[in-house]
Structure formats: structure tokens, C-alpha cells
């Protein structure tokens, strides 16, 4: 009788990881089909994109809509925005937060409490669209690479999760530090960055991610087209109806808009595909060492 229990558990067991094997490779195939189909539609027939044939694989393949891309008004200027905002405003954004949650990670704070409560009161309500833009106007930050990068560079959550992982760390390595002669910025660049380069690596891809696809605050405060990103561009694209002079030259249907959109939807992604297998080695050990104290 045990016997026959334990087999069928065993069974059970089996039918029940292969459910979810089968479940996770569905929703693995609708998350990743946007991407893929992205990808080909890039590459095919404009006439068969518009009509709609373009499932599975491409038809016609043609690189047509890329070679059109370098025409397109403003668009490596707004790449290269989007490489400055993103390499900078991640920088910015680590180097601030880091600071300010190994401030709140020590006891030593007074009024720690009091911050920490604040930091976390911004996860359920925030000023709104209005107020922002107000107080990035009465700091004249409109129209500002600056406003862009400083504007906003610090998330609570992000906060919490570093203040969390610094908190796992020993104690006495900083009293060893201190009896060494270093202060606390000494122990926080010589002790605290190394001991760190988990948490440091995922927040800061999770930074760049954040920057790299935000378009929102870019188009309310930018004003100059120059100094937009990628994602404005894009939206203006695909929103706005405003195409460039990329396609007023074009001949027959080896490409349309949806394929150049296409094409520069892929090719604003790829640096990102690029960095993130560097970077996700760190991730389970930077989430989950600063998830274990709450």
C-alpha cells in the first residue's frame, strides 16, 4: 500500500511539473511572439505586412526599410541622446540612491526612521504630472539635459531594496575600517562598492532599462527635438503620423511605414539585448541577498 501511495505520488508529482513546463512554455512563446514578430516584419514585403501575411515567418525578405533609417530627420541625434541620458542617468541615479540607502542602512542615522518613512510614502502617493512639471519649471529645468538627469534619478524602491542589501552586511567590517582610519565615505567606496557588485549590477541595468525606454517626461520637458531621445522620435512615428522624408522618396512597396517602424523598433533594442546577458549572471544574487531582511 505504501508503495502504491508513494507512486502515486511520484506520479502526480511528474503530471503536475509537466503542466507547468507545458504553462510556462506557452507564456513564453506570447511574450517573446511581439519581439519575433517585430523582428520580421522588419524584414518583409511592406505590401505583405499591410495585408497582413506576415505570421509566422517573412515574405520577401528585404533589408529596404534599415537602408532607409540613416534618412530619417534627427534620428542618430536622438540615438546618441538616448545613449547619453541612459549611460549618464543610470550613472547618476546608482551614485545618488547607493549613498543615500547606505545612509538609511546604518542605526547611527538619526532620524532614520523618519526618512525611510517618507522614501516608502512616495510608492503610494506621488505629486502628479502637474506639480512635477511646476517644480522643474520653477527650477528651470525645462528644455535641460540636466532636468533629464537629475530630475529623476532616484526611485524609492530601488532605495529600499539597496538599503536592505546594505544592511546584510557586517557591522564590525566597519568598525575594523574605522580603527584603520577610514571615514565613511572611505568605508562606503572601499568596502561597501566592492561587497556590492550584485546589487550595484542590477539596479543599474534596471536604471538603464528605465531610461532607455522612457519617452513620458522627455516629451513634456523637452521642447528641442535636438536634444529628445530615441523614444520620442518613435513616438512621433507611430503616434503622431509625422514621417520624414524617408519615405516622400520611396518607390513601390519593398518597404512601408509599419516595416520602418519596425526596423527602428529593432534597432532601438538591440544595445539593450546586447548588455543584459553581461549583466543577468548578478541578478538572483542582487535581488535575492537584498530581499531576505524586510
Known amino acids: 500500500m505504501r508503495m502504491k501511495r508513494k507512486e502515486k505520488k511520484i506520479n502526480g508529482s511528474k503530471l503536475f511539473d509537466g503542466f507547468n513546463y507545458c504553462l510556462m512554455a506557452v507564456i513564453l512563446l506570447c511574450t517573446l511572439y511581439p519581439f519575433y514578430y517585430t523582428l520580421i516584419a522588419s524584414v518583409s514585403n511592406g ?14 525578405v528585404t533589408l529596404e526599410a534599415y537602408k532607409r533609417i540613416p534618412s530619417i530627420a534627427n534620428f542618430f541625434l536622438s540615438y546618441g541622446n538616448t545613449i547619453f541620458y541612459t549611460v549618464f542617468g543610470a550613472g547618476i541615479s546608482v551614485i545618488v540612491m547607493s549613498m543615500g540607502a547606505y545612509a538609511l542602512s546604518r542605526t547611527r542615522l538619526k532620524g532614520r526612521r523618519v526618512f ?10 506621488k505629486a502628479g504630472i502637474i506639480p512635477i512639471y511646476l517644480n522643474m519649471d520653477s527650477l528651470n529645468l525645462l528644455d535641460t539635459r540636466i532636468g533629464i538627469l537629475l530630475g529623476f534619478a532616484c526611485n524609492a524602491f530601488y532605495i529600499i531594496i539597496m538599503r536592505t542589501y546594505f ?14 582610519g577610514l571615514g565613511n565615505f572611505g568605508i562606503f567606496t572601499k568596502i561597501m562598492v566592492p561587497l556590492s557588485k550584485p546589487m550595484f549590477a542590477t539596479i543599474a541595468l534596471y536604471c538603464a532599462v528605465n531610461r532607455w525606454n522612457g519617452y513620458f517626461w522627455s516629451m513634456i ?18 503616434v503622431e503620423n509625422q514621417m520624414m522624408s524617408a519615405l516622400d522618396s520611396s ?4 518597404f512601408t511605414r509599419e ?13 539593450i539585448i546586447l548588455v543584459y546577458p553581461f549583466v ?10 537584498g530581499a531576505v531582511k524586510g
Do not use: C, H, M
Not at 505590401?47 to 520577401?60: A, C, E, L, M, T
Not at 544592511?167 to 584603520?180: C, M, N, Q, T
Open 47 to 60: 505590401s505583405d505586412v499591410i495585408r497582413g501575411n506576415v505570421i509566422f515567418w517573412p515574405i520577401g
Open 280 to 289: 543577468q549572471k548578478y541578478f538572483v544574487k542582487g535581488l535575492t541577498v
Open 116 to 125: 525611510g518613512f517618507l522614501i516608502s510614502l512616495t510608492l503610494w502617493f
Open 259 to 271: 516595416t520602418l517602424v519596425y526596423a527602428i523598433i529593432v534597432v532601438s533594442i538591440i544595445p
Open 167 to 180: 544592511e546584510g552586511i557586517p557591522v564590525e567590517l566597519e568598525e575594523v575600517a574605522r580603527l584603520d
Open 221 to 238: 520637458l523637452l521642447k528641442d527635438i535636438k536634444k529628445a531621445p530615441l523614444q520620442v522620435l518613435l513616438k512621433k512615428i507611430i
Open 251 to 254: 518607390a513601390g512597396f519593398d
